[in-house]
Each structure stands twice: as C-alpha cells, then as structure tokens.
C-alpha cells in the first residue's frame, strides 16, 4: 500500500504558485520523498526528490518539514501545462518496489 | 530523445487471444517495472527485474508473465486477456545505486480488449 495521502484534487489560478501538500507520517529515516506527474494519457514525469533538506530544481521546489511526516510540492508560476496528476511517493533507496498512491489532480484555471 | 520505448502506442486484442506487450530503454538501467493503470486510477505495480532477477507482486494474476531477456528489453505476455485487462501499461526503468533513482517512463500501451 502507498505510504502517502494526498488531497484528490486541487485548483490554481494561472500565473499563481500552486501547493500541493503530502502526509507521509510514517515515513523512516531512510526514504525519500519522491514527486513525480502525469500529464493525460502520458507516462509518470520525474519532478524533485529529497531526503530532509528543501530541494529546487527549474521545475518546483520541495519543501519538507523538520519531523520529514509531510511535505509540499510548489509549482511557482503555475501555467495550464502544468494540469495533471501529481503523484507524492516515499521510498528507501535501493528498494525497488515503487508503489504510487492516489495522487492530487491538479486543475490550473486560466 | 525517447529513452523507453513501449510499442506499440495502442494494441487491439481479442478476447482470450494472447498478446505481448513491449518495452525497450537506452538508458542500460538494471531494473525495469510493468504497471497497469486504469482509467481514472493510480498505476499499479505488477511486477518488476533487477536484472535478471524477478518479483512479482502478489496479486499479480497468474494471466501476466514476464520476460526479460537482456537489459535493454522486457515483455509482457498476457496468455489469456479479458475484458478486465483493457488497460493503459506503463514500463518503467531505473537505475539501483544510480545517483538519484528516479523512474524513467514510457508513453505507455493502451490495450483494447475486444
């Protein structure tokens, strides 16, 4: 079973940073935390990972909290490329085994 | 550059007639997963090679096999579609101790089960 709930859908205005939160209470010391996003009818796109530290890259930044049970995902100028399904994933490194959740639907209102 | 490769995009079976199901990558990662996804559904996990080593989830139907015959390959054989089985399936590579882990995906295979 997935180890993270996420909020099923979510809305963003266009232009707008769009935050997506993530519980992952029971997460170990071990696993990271994983974003990943499906854009309809596409494969899952790598988006950012960490482990405690906040983390950017030139697509979003994850911020994570100090306890590591919950995280967010910040899309900071939201566009309507970005609507899709954003998918929050923990795992041990090294553990093959990849078990996506529910995932947030993301809608960005022009 | 498309780095996993699914063909076809889209495969039309019969009911009960087997097909498979392909997967190529350029990327010579040591672990490569299956997963079907349904419509409106997270995918899920089937079954997944380190190298030549294989794990099957368990409530994979005894329907689904694999093959892995090298590292850039793998094949999904489904002996006997039904209705049920219409699914998009996503193959999926990654590297084990490679520096970040993270899943590399295909487009994706819709199969249609007639």
């Known amino acids: 079973d997935a180890k993270t709930t996420q909020p099923t859908s979510m809305d963003c205005a266009e232009g707008r940073a769009a935050n997506l939160p993530c519980n992952h209470s029971?997460?170990?010391?071990?696993?990271?935390v994983y974003w990943y996003r499906q854009i309809h009818s596409q494969g899952p796109q790598y988006i950012i990972h960490?482990?405690?530290n906040n983390e950017t890259n030139e697509m979003a930044s994850l911020i994570i909290t100090e306890d590591r049970k919950s995280s967010t995902l910040i899309l900071p100028h939201a566009t309507l490329r970005d609507t899709a399904v954003y998918y929050c994933?923990?795992?041990?490194?090294?553990?093959?085994?990849?078990?996506f959740g529910k995932g947030t639907r993301l809608h960005i209102l022009p | 550059d498309a780095m996993v490769i699914q063909n076809p995009r889209y495969q039309v079976t019969q009911f009960g007639k087997p097909v498979t199901l392909s997967c190529s990558q350029t990327?010579?990662?040591?672990?490569m997963y299956w997963y079907q996804q349904k419509s409106s559904q997270a995918p899920k996990l089937l079954f997944h090679?380190?190298?030549?080593?294989?794990?099957n989830e368990a409530d994979t139907p005894d329907n689904f096999q694999s093959r892995r015959p090298n590292t850039s390959f793998c094949f999904l054989d489904i002996r006997s579609p039904g209705l049920g089985d219409a699914a998009m399936y996503l193959c999926?590579?990654?590297?084990?101790?490679?520096?970040?882990?993270?899943?590399?995906f295909g487009s994706g295979t819709q199969l249609s089960v007639l």
């Open positions: 994933i923990v795992r041990v490194a090294q553990d093959d085994k990849i078990i």
């Open positions: 029971t997460i170990s010391g071990n696993e990271y």
């Open positions: 960490g482990l405690k």
């Open positions: 990327l010579n990662h040591n672990v």
């Open positions: 090679y380190y190298d030549k080593d294989f794990n």
């Open positions: 999926a590579t990654t590297h084990r101790g490679g520096a970040d882990e993270k899943l590399f």
